[in-house]
């Protein structure tokens, strides 16, 4: 059940470059997020949209922003990447008050 | 911030046997969710509690959401080796459908 993909799976990138991560999703749900995940933190918000052009800071905002131009894509991109940024990135779509759809996520190293 | 503690952050039993995770805060969400992770894919929704003192089942997992909606417990009865992985609880904030997500408990049943 591919509801949400992921783009890429896996990405090696330089220190400085810019990077931009793809979530699609198939099942025309409102909201959509990215989180990162990291040893000793969990899951932790990034940003999310609540429709098209609609979007809003999570808890780790900084160097990172988002575009929602259609319904199902919300691209993540990376300004000027940092070894801080090296994560796990994970997509999720939902609908009012409904659990998430994680993608399979995209393991980010930045070198 | 809103923060979800779970405990115990590790887990390793014997195949048959019980367990519960726990998961606290000292805030008040609108509803509760349960995800199972396996290495390499993304959380997986297993079950949504929204009423205080809610208990939901699902065949051997039973799920309870605190009277005052600020904490929650998962007990697996009989463990097998197929429920190995991290078990992450997540709470709703308030009309949002942001969630919160717990710092983990990484279950391992041995057979």
């Known amino acids: 059940d591919a509801g949400i993909t992921q783009s890429p799976r896996h990405k090696v990138t330089e220190t400085g470059t810019p990077v931009t991560l793809r979530c699609h999703q198939t099942?025309?749900?409102?909201?959509m997020y990215w989180y990162r995940q990291d040893p000793g933190h969990g899951l932790r918000l990034i940003h999310y949209?609540?429709?098209?052009?609609?979007?809003d800071k999570g808890e780790v905002s900084d160097g990172y922003s988002v575009s929602r131009s259609k319904t199902e894509d919300f691209l993540l991109t990376l300004e000027s990447a940092t070894s801080s940024q090296t994560s796990v990135y994970f997509c999720?779509?939902?609908?009012?008050?409904?659990?998430?759809?994680f993608g399979s996520g995209t393991r980010l190293t930045v070198v | 911030t809103q923060l979800l503690e779970q405990s115990p952050q590790f887990l390793s039993i014997q195949e048959g046997e019980n367990l519960t995770v726990y998961c606290n805060s000292s805030s008040v969400f609108s509803s509760l969710q349960w995800y199972r992770q396996e290495p390499g894919e993304g959380p997986v929704l297993l079950v949504t509690?929204?009423?205080?003192?809610e208990v939901k089942k699902l065949k051997r997992l039973t799920f309870q959401f605190g009277d005052a909606r600020k904490d929650s417990s998962l007990h697996i009865t009989a463990a097998q080796p197929g429920d190995t992985g991290l078990y992450l609880c997540a709470g709703a904030e308030g009309a949002t459908n942001k969630l919160i997500f717990g710092t983990g408990t990484l279950l391992a049943v041995q057979p």
């Open positions: 509690v929204v009423t205080g003192g």
């Open positions: 949209s609540y429709g098209v052009k609609d979007t």
């Open positions: 999720a779509i939902s609908e009012t008050r409904v659990g998430y759809t």
């Open positions: 099942e025309n749900h409102r909201y």
